[in-house]
């Protein structure tokens, strides 16, 4: 059973930065893909940055794309999202998911292994 914690979360000025930890532990064999989702109130779970683990490729959406960056470290099982030049709109709940069985990478019902959350909020 893949278990996955989050931490990194906190509050942060627009324009600000912030890095959030994904570790992962109970899978020997690895898994494929790692996504970070995020999730505000009242709207529906958005993808924001996938990592393909077997050779590093990585993905984002045009919101976030050249603010955000997905990294990984094999040997800590640790995945990173870092988040720079912050926004108002970037706050909300930051999930960690892994293992897509199928499916668009930022499809969330796509994962099967998902993270309790960590909250970013991002204040004027």
């Known amino acids: 059973q893949v278990q996955l914690l989050e931490s990194g979360g906190g509050s942060v000025q627009a324009g600000g930065s912030l890095r959030l930890s994904c570790v992962a532990s109970?899978?020997?064999?690895?898994?494929?893909?790692v996504a970070w989702f995020r999730q505000a109130p009242g709207k529906e779970r958005e993808g924001v940055a996938c990592?393909?683990?077997?050779?590093?490729?990585?993905y984002y959406p045009d919101s976030v794309k050249g603010r955000f960056t997905i990294s990984q470290d094999s040997a800590k099982n640790t995945v990173y999202l870092q988040m720079n030049s912050l926004k108002l709109e970037d706050t909300a709940m930051y999930y960690c998911?892994?293992?897509?069985?199928?499916?668009?990478?930022?499809?969330?019902?796509?994962?099967?292994?998902w993270g309790q959350g960590t909250q970013v909020t991002v204040s004027s």
């Open positions: 998911a892994a293992e897509k069985s199928y499916g668009d990478r930022f499809e969330a019902l796509a994962y099967k292994y």
């Open positions: 109970g899978y020997p064999g690895g898994v494929n893909y």
């Open positions: 990592i393909y683990t077997g050779n590093g490729m990585t």
